[in-house]
């Protein structure tokens, strides 16, 4: 799948999250790795007004999932999680970095949610950034046949660059 295209509803809406003030961001942030449907009744008006027109009640819980975890870490415009992750490994961590990963990988769409809340602290510790629009358009995918969205991240994580083995 190609990178998402600028102008489209998942950068309209992360630009629209970009733009929300410290209460409101503390408002998701309290709903953090919860589902739509078990929402603090706070963030629900707040979740609605950033989402752009025509985005499908299907979709939603996404939608949803990214706002609460946005305000957990900063933004970048680079990579997928697989590469975010790779980015956190030191010699101290490589082992639990490896297991986290493995463990998102796994994560069913019920898991999803807490297994990233999780993943999200532990990248903003490391001082590292998000692309947002890239992981919401990740979690549209989640549950593909061909699971393309885990082995794209697999292969981000795992595979060695050339540069790795420098």
Known sequence: ???????????????????????????????AGQTLAGARRE???????????????FEEDAYFLVAT??????????????????????ENNQKGVERRMRILLD???????FRLRQAIRF???NREKVNWPRLLQDLLAWDSQDHYVQRRWARSFYVQSSQDSK
Not at 8 to 30: H, M, P, Q, S, W
Not at 70 to 85: F, I, R
Request: some cysteine; aromatic content about 6%.
């Open 107 to 113: 994560a069913d769409a019920s898991q999803l949610p």
């Open 69 to 90: 975890l946005y305000p957990l870490a900063d933004s970048s415009k680079e990579g997928n999680m697989g590469q975010t992750l790779k980015n956190c490994i030191s």
């Open 1 to 31: 799948m190609s990178e998402p295209v600028s102008g489209t509803k998942i950068y309209v809406f992360c630009e629209r999250l970009g733009r929300l003030d410290n209460g409101e961001r503390a408002r998701l942030k309290r709903s």
């Open 43 to 57: 963030a629900l008006g707040l979740f609605y007004s950033v989402v752009p027109p025509g985005v499908p009640p």
């Open 123 to 125: 990248i903003q510790s």
